[in-house]
């Protein structure tokens, strides 16, 4: 039972790690701040998640999981709210987009506030 | 001073809530059982209850019980949808070529409250792969990454899903609110004429 | 197992700063510090596992939150200049 306990925490950390990883290679990669934005919110996601998952297995039923779950549900709920006001200011403040060619809204038409 | 009526029950609904929500997250944090510090325990939350009191900050709004009942069938999907568009992120940031097309469009919110359309626009930021930038209206304008993250969405299986949680299927009826509309004017004004 | 995490977190952190250095525009920075806070949350729970201490995990409960509360604030300092409430009188106040 242990040994299986393990394993499904190595798991769970592991592929945490690499959601993180690949997060940050986005961070990266990505062409413009738009869609840099979706790599951030893979390490917002399923990064923090998964790791915090693997942690709360480790822990067991103790009030170290309660507490571990209150930051997941805290960052559950924080981080769409800054992604959307960062993703807002810049779009206000007149930071255009680089999109694709077939995308439903041109690239010169970006409906800008200023 | 608030009329004792509908709102009054409300209020006072909604403050018992919030009272019993922020003594467990106290005493899950703190775990203490001395008196004495149980005591400055229930004067904190009576202190910020007070607070929130003067901020105006207790209502349907802020503190939305009535969707409780709903997210319990929700949130379990949205966890899977993000799963999902984890994957679909993941692997065009590994390619990073064809695949990473930026699009912006326009999508249409089905919700009546301004709640529902919040809920709405968070679980499409939430979800890797699409982001709301901005609000007007009923009108969301997004930014998506990949193929399979604008399909999702044009799918509309969010969207149908969060009107189905905010008019409470599967939860209990007397907690549903009237519906808000662009003007919250409006409402305080039809809430009143009920009282 | 908790060292693997901590090293792929610290990766992950180099490069998240490595973006905060590099731009080009502000928000591309205050992206890459919010991020980073995130990771740091992380890495102060996997420490605090790793040394045997769960009292860490209220630290990184606490940063989760003053990490919220300073994205929000820098952007809203970098679109307005000013912390306090400067939209128009009509408008709801926001970011």
């Not at chain 1, 999981?65 to 997941?72: D, S």
């Not at chain 2, 999508?107 to 919040?118: F, I, L, T």
């Amino acid at each position: 039972m242990e040994l299986v306990l393990d394993v499904v925490s190595w798991g769970f950390i592991l592929a945490g790690s690499g959601f993180c990883l690949i997060g940050g290679l986005g961070l990266i990669r990505l062409r413009d701040m738009y869609a840099r934005k979706h790599g951030a919110s893979l390490i917002d996601t399923l990064g923090i998640g998964l790791i915090l998952t693997g942690l709360m297995v480790q822990a067991g039923f103790t009030l170290v999981t309660a507490k571990l779950f209150l930051i997941l549900v805290f960052v559950f709920f924080t981080s769409p709210t800054t992604t959307h006001a960062l993703a807002r200011a810049a779009l206000n403040s007149g930071l255009v987009p680089d999109v694709d060619k077939d995308s439903p809204i041109k690239q010169g038409a970006v409906p800008s506030k200023k | 001073m608030r009329v004792i009526g509908l709102i009054g029950v409300w209020y006072m609904l909604h403050t018992f809530s919030l009272a019993v929500l922020l003594s467990g997250v106290w005493w899950l944090l703190s775990g203490y059982t001395l008196v004495l510090i149980i005591g400055l325990g229930i004067g904190s939350v009576i202190l910020v209850l007070y607070i929130c009191h003067r901020m105006d900050a207790i209502d349907h709004e802020t503190h939305p019980v009535h969707l409780a009942a709903g997210c319990i069938t929700y949130y379990p999907w949205l966890l899977w949808e993000i799963v999902l568009a984890n994957w679909d992120v993941a692997k065009a940031i590994l390619k990073n070529d064809d695949t990473v097309r930026p699009r912006l469009m326009h999508v249409k919110a089905s919700q009546v409250s301004e709640v529902g359309r919040v809920t709405y626009a968070n679980s499409i930021t939430l979800t890797p792969g699409t982001v709301t930038l901005d609000i007007e209206g009923a009108d969301l304008l997004i930014h998506s990454l990949t193929q399979g993250s604008k399909e999702g969405l044009e799918t509309g299986e969010m969207d149908r899903r969060v009107t189905a949680l905010e008019l409470g299927k599967g939860g209990p009826s007397a907690f549903s609110q009237p519906a808000l509309h662009d003007h919250p004017e409006d409402t305080s004004v039809k809430r009143d004429s009920e009282t | 197992m908790f060292i693997t995490a901590a090293a792929a977190v610290l990766v992950t952190m180099a490069l998240a700063l490595f973006r905060s250095l590099k731009g080009p525009t502000v928000f591309d920075r205050i992206l890459a510090i919010n991020s980073f806070g995130t990771l740091t949350v992380i890495l102060i729970s996997v420490h605090g596992f790793m040394a045997g201490r769960p009292e860490f995990l209220d630290l990184a409960l606490v940063y989760a939150l003053i990490n919220f509360i300073g994205t929000i604030a820098v952007t809203k300092f970098v679109t307005y200049g000013a912390l306090e409430n400067t939209t128009d009188e009509n408008e709801p106040g926001d970011i």
